[in-house]
């Protein structure tokens, strides 16, 4: 227990002295996992907004794509983004592995389906309300499921930062695509993983506490977000 | 040339036969109103005739129809304020840009809205949303008018207020179809009215002969509120 308290200072203490790898590495995490969201976003949205109205063979199918692999394992996504841009693989080429360009890309593949997914239902929902009604004002199919996310504007902001919080916290995918490169590639998780394995205790507790914090402002923000929609209606009535 | 024809038209919903071989002609001016029990096809005619459905059987505009949009009972309104719901309206109508903002204050003060430009839509009352409702429609100057029961959920007052407008629009020259399941609000607004049931019709009447008993059969019965 005293070990651990002791780490627990040790934490506040390298917070409070804003410690340069740690602030290094936090920027990092938060750099990447922003990045891929907004990569996923400008797809993911789009895509949802699309399945939510299109009609083809093979679109439940698609649609069933979307909704399974909303429990994709972050380490398989790894693997994959490996496989592709491994020196002998298709996008060896590029020379980009164990760069945070490649962790980026890994979780862009990671949260784009969690955006398709909830945005083609959210879509899909709004669609049955208010479809009909903005067909009859003369949009096209299309633009009546963009002009929803529009209409549902903060319940997309919602997934959107479900999307971060869910890039921010894996491990897997950086961890095999990124290599833990000490400033480079080196992000929270896997530096708690690896001072974890190490015995250094206090800056896998201090990183632990931090990506504890962003996700806890993460989540005040959903909470922000509904409550703003909420008041924006209440305060008129 | 009738604004809007159907000639024979069918739709089946699966096993339901919504319609069936229905045929009728709407001319400009008139104010049709749509009676019948639930059920007996009234929103299935009125979004056929909007073009809205598939069907067997044709459906017909007449040359110079125009413009037709279609108000619901339960009015949709985005999350936007009142003038950007009407300006959405505008820009989905290609509306040129230089246009809104007369044909916006316009809509709003035919519908008595004005100085609630900025208010957000969702926070209107029902009578309210279902004037923004009329006023969207109204801004893009239709020809036709498609109402689906549209005080069903309102409040008397509102109602009331629904109605003076409907009946402005009328004497304003727009031609109108309503369903309805209100035979006072069909008597009071409406120049004919159409008895559907079972997806057939069974009673095509100017309003004054609809309501002056000499009907027969199911029809007579509906208006006698016996017909369920």
């Known amino acids: ?237 | 040339m009738s604004l809007l024809s159907l000639d024979r038209v069918s739709v089946r919903f699966g096993a339901v036969q919504a319609l069936h071989e229905v045929s009728l002609r709407i001319e400009r001016g008139e104010f049709v109103a749509l009676v019948g029990s639930n059920g007996s096809g009234k929103t299935t005619l009125l979004r056929t005739l909007h073009g809205m459905l598939r069907h067997q059987g044709r459906r017909e505009l007449g040359t110079d129809a125009g413009r037709q949009v279609m108000v619901f009972q339960r009015p949709f309104v985005m999350r936007l304020s009142v003038a950007n719901n009407l300006r959405l309206a505008l820009w989905l109508d290609a509306v040129p840009r230089a246009q809104w903002d007369a044909r916006v204050r316009a809509a709003l003060g035919r519908v008595g809205l004005l100085g609630l430009e900025e208010r957000p839509a969702r926070a209107l009352s029902g009578g309210q949303q279902q004037r923004l409702a009329l006023a969207r429609a109204w801004a893009v100057q239709p020809q036709l008018l498609f109402l689906d029961e549209p005080t069903a959920s309102l409040d008397p007052t509102a109602k009331r207020e629904v109605e003076a407008l409907l009946a402005g629009f009328a004497i304003d020259g727009m031609t109108l179809v309503m369903s309805t399941h209100n035979l006072g609000q069909a008597k009071r607004l409406a120049s004919r009215v159409i008895y559907l049931e079972a997806g057939e019709i069974h009673a095509d009447l100017p309003t004054a002969e609809f309501f002056n008993g000499r009907l027969q059969g199911r029809a007579q019965q509906f208006l006698k509120g016996e017909a369920t």
């Open chain 1, 1 to 237: 227990m005293s070990s651990f308290a002791e780490s627990v200072g040790t934490a506040v203490d390298l917070i409070l002295h804003a410690d340069r790898v740690l602030l290094g590495t936090v920027g990092l995490s938060l750099a990447v996992s922003g990045t891929a969201t907004l990569a996923a976003a400008a797809v993911g949205l789009a895509l949802g907004a699309w399945s939510a109205v299109a009609h083809f063979p093979g679109h439940r199918v698609l649609v069933l794509l979307m909704n399974t692999l909303l429990a994709l394992p972050s380490v398989v996504v790894g693997l994959v983004v490996y496989l592709l841009l491994s020196r002998s693989g298709p996008l060896g080429s590029w020379g980009i592995l164990f760069t945070p360009t490649a962790m980026v890309i890994a979780q862009t593949l990671l949260v784009l389906p969690v955006i398709a997914a909830l945005t083609r239902q959210l879509v899909g929902d709004s669609l049955r309300d208010g479809g009909d009604q903005l067909r009859s004002m003369g949009a096209r199919p299309l633009t009546c499921a963009l002009l929803m996310l529009v209409h549902d504007r903060w319940a997309v902001l919602t997934v959107l930062i479900a999307a971060f919080g869910r890039a921010i916290a894996e491990v897997g995918a950086v961890m095999v695509v990124g290599g833990n490169i000490d400033g480079v590639t080196r992000v929270m998780t896997t530096t708690i993983a690896l001072e974890t394995s190490k015995g250094d205790l206090p800056l896998a507790m201090a990183l632990g506490i931090v990506l504890l914090a962003v996700v806890g402002v993460v989540n005040a923000l959903i909470g922000l977000t509904q409550r703003g929609q909420g008041s924006a209606l209440a305060g008129v009535r």
